[in-house]
C-alpha cells in the first residue's frame, strides 16, 4: 500500500456528492457546496447506497463523486511539484489518469469502513480574487473524542468550485502525497513510478480492498 490516508479520505465524503442534480451547482459559493454536500451524503448512508459489500457499486459511486467534484489536473500538478513542470504532456495524463484510479481505490476503503458522518460548517474564505476559497469544518469523531478540524481547498473551474486538497488536524492530502512520491521519485523515474502505479491499479482493479 501506497501510504495511510485514511483519515484525510474520510473528510472528503462530507463533500463529494451528485450535486449534478442541482440546475445552479456551477453558482453554488464554496460553503454551499460543502453544505449541500454534507446533507446529500447522510442521505446516501440513510438509504444504504454506500454499501461496503459490494465493492463494484462502491467503486462506480465513488468515480462519480470524484469526478464530478475534484480537479484531477490541480492536484496532480499539486502532488508532483518541479517534477510535474518537467514531465512531458503525455506523462503528464498518464499520471493524471493512474493517480485518478489510485484516489478511487484508496477513497472507497475508506468509505467502506466509515460510519454515518456528522459535519459543522463554520465559514469560507475566499482569496486571489475569488479564484480560490478556504472552508473550514469540523467533524465529529466514533470514539467520543474531540471533533476533527477540517479545511477543504476549492479553485473556482468554468464548471464550479471544484476540490483541490482537503486538510485535517494539520495534514494535508496533497503534502501527503508529494512527500510519498518526492521519495519515490529519488530512485526512479517518473515512467517508471507511472509504470508502478498503473500494475497496482491493474492488480487491484477487480474489487475495493476493504481490509486496513
Known amino acids: 500500500m501506497f501510504l495511510s490516508t485514511r483519515r484525510l479520505l474520510l473528510s472528503l465524503p462530507l463533500m463529494l456528492t451528485a450535486l449534478a442534480a442541482h440546475a445552479n451547482a ?8 460543502i453544505e449541500d454536500s454534507a446533507a446529500s451524503l447522510l442521505r446516501a448512508f440513510d438509504q444504504g447506497t454506500v454499501e461496503p459489500h459490494d465493492p463494484a457499486r462502491l467503486r462506480t459511486v465513488v468515480e462519480e463523486l470524484l469526478d464530478a467534484h475534484v480537479d484531477f489536473p490541480s492536484v496532480a500538478k499539486l502532488v ?6 518537467q514531465a512531458e504532456n503525455r506523462q503528464r495524463q498518464r499520471f493524471i489518469a493512474e493517480f485518478r484510479s ?12 466509515s460510519e454515518r458522518p456528522s459535519l459543522r460548517v463554520l465559514g469560507e474564505d475566499q482569496r486571489r480574487n475569488g479564484r480560490l476559497a478556504r472552508v473550514r469544518a469540523e467533524m465529529a469523531t466514533s470514539d ?42 529519488r530512485s526512479r523515474m517518473l ?3 507511472i509504470d508502478r502505479l498503473s500494475e497496482l491499479n491493474r492488480r487491484e482493479s477487480g474489487g475495493v480492498e476493504l481490509a486496513g
Open 26 to 33: 456551477a453558482t453554488l459559493s464554496p460553503q454551499a457546496v
Open 191 to 193: 515512467p517508471q513510478l
Open 102 to 113: 489510485l484516489l478511487v481505490r484508496t477513497y472507497a476503503r475508506a468509505l467502506a469502513q
Open 80 to 85: 508532483l511539484g518541479k517534477h510535474w513542470r
Open 144 to 185: 467520543g473524542g474531540p471533533p476533527l478540524e477540517l479545511a477543504y481547498r476549492l479553485r473556482l473551474t468554468d464548471s464550479g468550485w471544484k476540490i483541490i486538497d482537503v486538510n485535517i488536524n494539520g495534514f494535508s492530502l496533497v503534502t501527503n502525497y508529494r512527500n510519498y512520491f518526492k521519495r519515490e521519485l
